[in-house]
């Protein structure tokens, strides 16, 4: 079996739970340093295989299983990663059980770092306010593959599926947080140690 591994403290916590050997596919570079850590054998997505299995965290799941992803600014890696898996399985706590996405997370939306504030201000008529993502100090977070992320709020009447295809055909966006109908299966920690299972109607 040939897995892929996302990113995020539930990922992380997996990591370290697979047996040495595990061959996998990581969609971050900090995934990348704790899979060799653990034993994990990292291999490249080469296009010569299919994922078995994808295991990755959220920032929100809702009923159906649609996702708010990126806070850990690896969104457009892990959607790859997903992507190429015949099933996606979501580990989180059941704090990220949400009503309607964007309850109480921003959305996620990397951009390429050439004209971004021109990006941002044509973001405007989609999502009220984007803001760019600063690291620790003053300097933006740039991801693993060089771009910038902008966060925004998800307005209450925005229909997920409508914007998430919306946002593809703005100029300068390279992909966004919205995981919808990848998912098969989500396990959801609980405070009590019981975990609370969400399957795709």
């Known amino acids: 079996m040939t897995i892929g591994l996302g990113s995020g403290r ?3 916590a997996v990591v370290e739970r697979l047996p ?5 596919v990581v969609a971050s570079e900090l995934t990348r340093e704790r899979a060799l850590t653990a034993g994990i054998e990292v291999i490249e997505l080469d296009g010569s295989f299919e994922l078995d299995l994808a295991l990755d965290g959220a920032d929100e799941v809702d009923g159906l299983l649609g996702l708010i992803k990126g806070g850990g600014g690896a969104l457009l890696r892990e959607k790859i990663v997903i992507s190429a898996a015949r099933r996606f399985v979501v580990v989180a706590e059941t704090a990220k059980k949400v009503e309607r996405l964007g309850e109480g997370f921003r959305l996620p939306v990397e951009v390429v770092r050439f004209g971004w504030r021109d990006t941002r201000r044509r973001l405007g008529a989609l999502l009220p306010d984007p803001e760019l993502r600063i690291e620790q100090g ?21 229909e997920p599926a409508t914007l998430a295809d919306a946002l593809l055909h703005v100029p300068g966006v390279v992909d966004h947080g919205l995981f919808l109908a990848m998912a098969d299966l989500a396990l959801l920690g609980r405070p009590d140690g019981l975990v609370e299972r969400l399957e795709r109607p």
Not at 20 to 24: K, L, P, Q, S, V
Not at 138 to 155: C, K, Q, R
Request: proline letters at 7%; aromatic letters at 10%; charged letters at 20%.
């Open 20 to 24: 040495r050997g595990t061959r996998a």
């Open 10 to 12: 539930a990922v992380w």
């Open 138 to 158: 003053s300097d933006p977070f740039v991801t693993d593959e060089g771009h910038y992320i902008l966060d925004a709020h998800i307005p209450a009447a925005t």
